[in-house]
């Protein structure tokens, strides 16, 4: 099985390229959204972690938020709580497709948090600064403060760039996004 890892700045178009290459898709961002509704062991965990901020089950994005901004420490207690569920999912979902010729892995942090391995092909989506930040503005309930927290915590675009096999520019056009798809398969398959 080939991993195809897609790693990018926020707001890049990482989860609609992962999309693109018609394998089945790992998305971190969903999963994680499913533990805030259904792992109560992850709500007790974060109770107990930061009870100030979390107040019953499921887990509320605004008490997630509330919690991230109220502290600087925030941030990394939840991905600390949130992380290993995140690594679960992802080994199971690889089972679960093992007899697939390739996976897509969108997990935004995976450089960060270790999750590649070697073998996997990592692809970086590059998108222009000033376009990322007029989509981003349009998303429902984008927040300023919180995506500069996320921000902080990631590696640098050239370090990202620098452990990729591809760079995809995305200038957010379907046409150019497939073309650079089809490159990339074409390499790896």
């Known amino acids: 099985m080939i991993k195809i890892a897609v790693v990018g700045n926020i707001g890049s178009g990482k989860s ?8 089945p898709v790992f998305n971190a961002d969903l999963e994680v959204a499913k533990i ?8 007790q965990n974060l109770k107990r ?7 019953s089950f499921p887990t509320k994005k605004e008490e997630v938020i509330r919690a991230i901004l109220g502290n600087k420490k925030n941030l990394k207690k939840i991905i600390n709580i949130i992380h290993p569920e995140i690594k679960k999912k ?6 679960n497709n093992k007899k697939k010729k390739v996976v897509v892995l969108d997990i ?7 999750l590649n391995q070697n073998g996997d092909i ?7 600064k000033l376009e990322v930040s007029k989509r981003l503005k349009k998303r429902n309930g984008f927040n300023l403060r919180l995506f500069n927290k996320f921000e902080k915590i990631q590696f640098s675009s050239s370090y990202k760039k620098k452990k990729s ?13 497939k073309m650079n798809v089809k490159k990339i398969l074409k390499k790896i398959l």
């Open 16 to 23: 609609h390229i992962a999309k693109l290459f018609n394998y």
């Open 165 to 177: 096999h591809f760079i995809i520019k995305n200038n957010f056009t379907n046409k150019s996004a």
């Open 49 to 55: 972690n930061l009870p100030k901020y979390f107040s």
């Open 122 to 128: 990592i692809i970086f989506i590059q998108s222009k």
């Open 36 to 43: 805030y509704k259904t792992n109560k062991k992850c709500f």
């Open 90 to 95: 992802t080994n199971i979902f690889l089972k």
């Open 108 to 114: 935004p942090l995976l450089l960060e948090n270790k």
